[in-house]
Nanobody, 112 residues
């Protein structure tokens, strides 16, 4: 069963940090580029970042460049998103995506 399960979301103050994880199962993780996307309340999906199968090539949306870092551990079948200098506009549901599927998401709230 192909599955992606996100974790690590929560409430954080502006300027704080969170690290999201996405556990993958049911497919050869290292064969697939993986992405993080997010959805702010009342808005559509926004691509955040992606990484190639080996982890050496990453891309970021301008809105998070310099603050977020995407990475992966293929030995653990896990995708990560390190989020630093968080802003209220980063609030939303965060999903990992790849291998034609998307997880159920983890909620990030940035508020004082």
């Amino acid at each position: 069963q192909v599955q992606l399960v996100e974790s690590g979301g929560g409430l954080v103050q502006p300027g704080g940090s969170l690290r999201l994880s996405c556990a993958a199962s049911g497919f050869i993780f290292s064969n697939y580029a993986m992405s993080w996307v997010r959805q702010a309340p009342g808005k559509g999906l926004e691509w955040v970042a992606d990484v190639n199968g080996r982890g050496g090539i990453t891309r970021y949306a301008d809105s998070v460049k310099g603050r977020f870092t995407i990475s992966r551990d293929n030995a653990k079948n896990t995708l990560y998103l390190q989020m630093d200098s968080l802003k209220p506009e980063d609030t939303g549901a965060y999903y990992c995506a790849g291998a034609t599927i998307r997880g159920k998401g983890t909620l990030v709230t940035v508020s004082s």
